[in-house]
């Protein structure tokens, strides 16, 4: 399933909700306790795909419940890289 597939999923307003940077600490994986700040890090840090977040902190390795979430997380992450002028 392709990333945009899978934002339309989400609630409305989730995704502009993450966009926007001004959500509340929400904890994504519950079998791992790990917050979405905690998975946008590990995105800035490189993680592309939600088996590089999971092997990273463990977010999607269990369940896989949160994975959906983990998606979105990735998904704006390339929308807001896209979004900005390049240096």
């Known amino acids: 399933m392709l990333i945009h597939e899978r ?3 989400l609630p409305p307003g ?3 909700l993450f966009a926007s940077g001004r959500s509340p600490v929400l904890i994504v994986c519950h ?3 790990v ?3 905690a ?3 590990e995105v800035e840090g490189g993680a592309a795909t939600p088996d590089d977040v ?3 902190c463990g977010a999607g390795a269990r369940c896989g419940s949160c994975r959906p979430t983990i998606v ?3 998904a704006t992450s390339v929308l ?3 979004a900005q002028p390049a240096a």
């Open 7 to 9: 934002m339309a999923q």
């Open 14 to 16: 989730v995704t502009e």
């Open 31 to 33: 079998c791992h306790v």
């Open 35 to 37: 917050s979405d700040r």
């Open 39 to 41: 998975i946008r890090a």
């Open 54 to 56: 999971a092997e990273r």
């Open 72 to 74: 979105a997380l990735l």
């Open 80 to 82: 807001r890289e896209h």
